[in-house]
C-alpha cells in the first residue's frame, strides 16, 4: 500500500532512509493533512530517528498536529519521549485531547518513568478529574498500580 505526500509514493511503512523526508514533510509541509500524514507514518516507521522531530512537533501551534505527535510517540514506544509527553500531560492549557493521547502514548510506552509520572498525575488532586480516572484506568489495566 502507498501513500503520496508531495508527489511522491511512500509506503504505508517507509523505507529507512524516508525518514528524513518524512520529518521535512511533518515539520514544514504545506498543508496540515500533508503534515499528519508525515507524522502518522513516521509513527509507523519503527525508526529511532522520528522520534526526535516528533517530540518537537509537541510544540507546534496547531493542537492537530501536537496530537497526531502524541499519537505517533506512542507507536514509537522510545522512552526517550517521555518526559515531553509528561509535559503536555502536565499543562492545564493543553488541549484535553492532547492530554488524552499523551496519557494513552504514556502508557504504551510503559517504562518506569512513564508510569511513575501517570502514578504521580492520577493522584495529583488539582487536576482534571475525567483525565485522572482516564489515566488510572489505564494503569489498572496495565496492572501496574
Given amino acids: 500500500m502507498a501513500e503520496k505526500i508531495n508527489g511522491e509514493l511512500y509506503s504505508t511503512f517507509p523505507r529507512r532512509g524516508a525518514v528524513y523526508d518524512l520529518t521535512y514533510t511533518a515539520l514544514s509541509g504545506r498543508t496540515t493533512e500533508e503534515r499528519l500524514q508525515a507524522i502518522i507514518m513516521l509513527g509507523k516507521s519503527d525508526d529511532p530517528r522520528a522520534v526526535r522531530p516528533l517530540i518537537d512537533l509537541l510544540c507546534d501551534s496547531d493542537p492537530a498536529i501536537r496530537c497526531a505527535a502524541a499519537t505517533s510517540l506512542g507507536l ?70
Fill in 76 to 145: 514509537l514506544k522510545s522512552g526517550r519521549s517521555v518526559e515531553a509527553l509528561l509535559e503536555r500531560l502536565r499543562d492545564r492549557n493543553e488541549a484535553p485531547e492532547i492530554r488524552y493521547k499523551a496519557i494513552a502514548a504514556l502508557a504504551t510506552i510503559r517504562s518506569t518513568g512513564a508510569l511513575r509520572g501517570l502514578r504521580e498525575f492520577v493522584l495529583e488532586t488539582g487536576e482534571d478529574a475525567n483525565l485522572r480516572s482516564f489515566a488510572g484506568d489505564y494503569i489498572s489495566r496495565l496492572g501496574t498500580w
